[in-house]
């Protein structure tokens, strides 16, 4: 069964680096996401993207986030300027298509740990 | 907005007996809803949806659900657990209006015991 995979699986970094966190969607998926979720609290939306494109961002997606698509099947979260508060796992995810009745397909996640 | 909401954070449960972990939502349009599982070091994996039709779903590794309109309840079932369902279960809503923005509740922790 195809999936999505994400690395790497665990990502330590200094506070103010720089961090990419990167994910490959199933090849047949046109809409990504990023998840994250601090130790202990809920699976938080972070933004959606569709045709080299941001769909949709939530309050956290502020201008520290960044996402792309560099190639035919990377995609790519960057993280400008870290800050202790980012530590948390990160999943990505895709679906088909972007109506809500087309689930989302979730990797492994990266966990990230600033110091 | 969305919101979703799981009353027990955490459930134990003897190998054998039945479960049920329970979902309520909130919206102000018509839903679709999910319930993922989530493995020790493992990402989260879709264990059931409901669309539309018929109320009761019926999911991978023995589980099914109901939802309910009414109750604005969508309750995790399994008449009998093994060890290996211990693990952490997220229900999560979206709808046709939000991009597709998944709103997770904060996860149920399934701990069976021998």
């Known amino acids: 069964e195809p999936e999505v995979t994400q690395t790497p699986s665990h990502q330590v970094t200094q506070m103010g680096q720089e961090v990419i966190l990167r994910c490959v969607p199933i090849s047949n998926h046109l809409y990504f996401y990023w998840y994250r979720q601090i130790l202990g609290q809920k699976v938080e939306f972070l933004v959606s993207?569709?045709?080299?494109?941001?769909?949709?961002k939530s309050e956290i997606f502020d201008d520290q986030f960044s996402v792309e698509r560099p190639d035919g099947s990377n995609f790519t979260l960057k993280i400008r300027s870290t800050k202790l508060e980012d530590s948390a796992m990160y999943f990505c995810?895709?679906?088909?298509?972007?109506?809500?009745?087309?689930?989302?397909?979730f990797g492994d996640g990266t966990r990230l740990s600033i110091l | 907005a969305q919101s979703v909401t799981q009353l027990d954070s955490q459930v134990p449960v003897f190998e054998e007996a039945p479960v049920e972990l329970r979902c309520n939502y909130s919206?102000?349009?018509?839903?679709?809803l999910f319930w993922y599982v989530q493995y020790p070091n493992q990402g989260l994996q879709l264990l059931l949806k409901y669309l539309s039709g018929s109320t009761l779903v019926k999911g991978i590794n023995g589980f099914e659900a109901e939802f309910n309109k009414s109750q604005t309840s969508f309750h995790l079932r399994k008449p009998s657990v093994h060890i290996s369902d211990t693990a952490e279960y997220f229900c999560a809503v979206s709808d046709n209006n939000a991009g597709n923005m998944l709103t997770f509740g904060g996860g149920t922790r399934l701990m069976v015991k021998p």
């Open positions: 995810a895709s679906s088909e298509g972007p109506k809500g009745n087309q689930p989302q397909h």
């Open positions: 919206s102000s349009v018509s839903v679709y």
């Open positions: 993207f569709y045709n080299n494109e941001i769909s949709e």
